[in-house]
C-alpha cells in the first residue's frame, strides 16, 4: 500500500531535476508492485527530527517483519566502487570521487531506528500486560537503487556492497528478496512453521504507519520558498468548500454570514472526482478510482483546527471526517 507520495519541488537546477526523476522512477516501480500488498507499506520522500538530527529517507518501506530505507541516486555515465567501499563515477569523460549512498542510507536508518526505539512503548504492545515490547529482533535494511542507465562497474566491489545496489528496474525484485514473505499475514501459529522471525500484528503495523506520517515533516512547515507540486496531482486529493447561507440580520447588529464546511474528495493520482467508488481497509475508509484505479484517504487535516488526528467514519451510505481535537464533524462528499 503506497502510504505517501513524492513531493515535487520545481527547481532550474540540473541536478535537482535528476534527482527528483530518479525518485519518481523508484516511486513508480514500488507503486506497480506494492499498490495493493497487504503486507507492505511504502512511504516515499520523508523527513523528519530526533535528537537534534535530521533524517531525510528517499523511500521507506515498512513490512510485517521490519524496515528498508531505499537510497535513490541518480547517475549518468559510470560509476565504479572499489574494495574499500569508495564510490567514483565518471561525468563527460572526467572521473571523480562522491559520498557513498550507502553510508548515506545508512545514517537516515540510525536515526529512525533511534525514533522509534524512543517510542516503543506508544507502537508496541506489552507482552502479557507486563513486559514492554521492543524493536529488537526486527529487520532493518537498506539499499541502493541507481538510474538505469548508469554502468555499475563492480569488478572490486566488496559482496556485501554488491548485494545492496540495484538498478530502478529492478527495485521491487530485490525487495521482496530481501523480505522473504510469506503467503499470508504470519499468525499466533506462526511459531510452528520454519519461519520464526519476529513480526508486527496488524495494530502495531497501524500505530507505526500512523506515528511515521505524524512525525514527518511537511512543506509548508518547511517554510520553502519554492513552488512545490504532488506527484501526477494538480491539487490536493481534497479540498474544502465553503458555501454560504443568506445573512441573518438583526436590529443595530453586523449581518453574520454562517458558513458550512464540508471535504470533497478528488482522486490523488488523476484528479478525477468521477466514479469514486468507497472502501475500508486496514487503515480506514478510502476511494478507489475508477479510472486509473488509485487508492485515496479519506482521512484530512481538520478544516476547522487543522489538527492530523481525526478519522473517517460512516453511518449508512453516509461518509464523515471527525476530529478527535475539536470534535468537529465534516462531512466528507464524492
Known amino acids: 500500500m503506497i502510504l505517501k507520495d513524492k513531493i515535487l519541488t520545481t527547481s532550474n537546477s540540473a541536478k535537482i531535476q535528476a534527482g527528483q526523476k530518479q525518485e519518481l522512477d523508484v516511486a513508480f516501480y514500488l507503486r506497480r508492485a506494492f499498490k495493493d500488498h497487504p503486507q507492505v507499506f511504502v512511504f516515499n520522500d520523508l523527513k523528519f527530527k530526533h535528537n537534534d538530527e535530521t533524517a531525510q529517507i528517499d523511500h521507506l518501506i515498512v513490512y510485517t517483519y521490519g524496515f528498508i530505507l531505499i537510497e535513490s541516486k541518480s547517475i549518468t555515465g559510470e560509476v565504479t566502487i572499489n574494495e574499500h567501499q569508495e564510490w567514483s563515477r565518471s561525468y563527460r569523460g572526467n572521473w571523480q570521487g562522491m559520498p557513498s549512498p550507502i553510508k548515506q542510507v545508512e545514517l537516515q536508518l540510525a536515526v529512525l531506528k533511534s525514533l522509534l526505539r524512543a517510542n516503543a512503548p506508544l507502537l508496541l504492545p506489552k507482552i502479557f500486560g507486563k513486559l514492554q515490547q521492543g524493536f529488537g529482533g526486527r529487520e532493518w535494511q537498506s539499499v541502493c537503487a541507481i538510474s538505469s542507465n548508469a554502468i555499475i562497474n563492480r569488478d572490486h566491489t566488496p559482496k556485501a ?9 529492478f527495485i521491487a525484485d530485490k525487495l521482496l528478496q530481501m523480505m522473504k514473505l510469506p503467503a499470508s499475514t504470519p499468525n499466533a501459529l506462526h511459531f510452528l512453521s520454519t519461519n520464526v522471525r519476529p513480526w508486527f500484528n496488524e495494530e502495531s503495523l497501524g500505530k507505526i504507519c500512523q506515528f511515521i506520517l505524524e512525525k514527518n515533516i511537511s512543506l509548508s512547515s518547511q517554510n520553502h520558498s519554492n513552488a512545490t507540486t504532488q506527484i501526477n496531482e ?57 479510472i486509473c484505479e488509485a487508492n485515496t484517504p479519506m482521512k484530512a487535516p481538520c478544516p476547522q483546527c487543522s489538527n492530523a488526528h481525526t478519522k473517517a467514519s460512516k453511518r449508512k451510505d453516509s461518509y464523515s471526517l471527525v476530529c478527535g481535537n475539536c470534535d468537529e464533524t465534516v462531512p466528507i462528499r464524492f
Open 161 to 169: 556492497t554488491q548485494e545492496r545496489l540495484v538498478k530502478s528496474e
Open 234 to 290: 494538480l491539487k490536493p486529493p481534497y479540498q474544502q468548500v465553503v458555501t454560504h447561507t443568506e445573512p441573518v440580520i438583526e436590529a443595530q447588529t453586523e449581518p453574520e454570514v454562517a458558513l458550512s464546511k464540508e471535504i470533497v474528495l478528488t482522486c490523488k493520482q488523476c484528479n478525477s472526482s468521477a466514479s469514486l467508488q468507497p472502501r475500508s481497509g486496514r487503515y480506514g475508509y478510502f476511494v478507489t478510482c475508477g
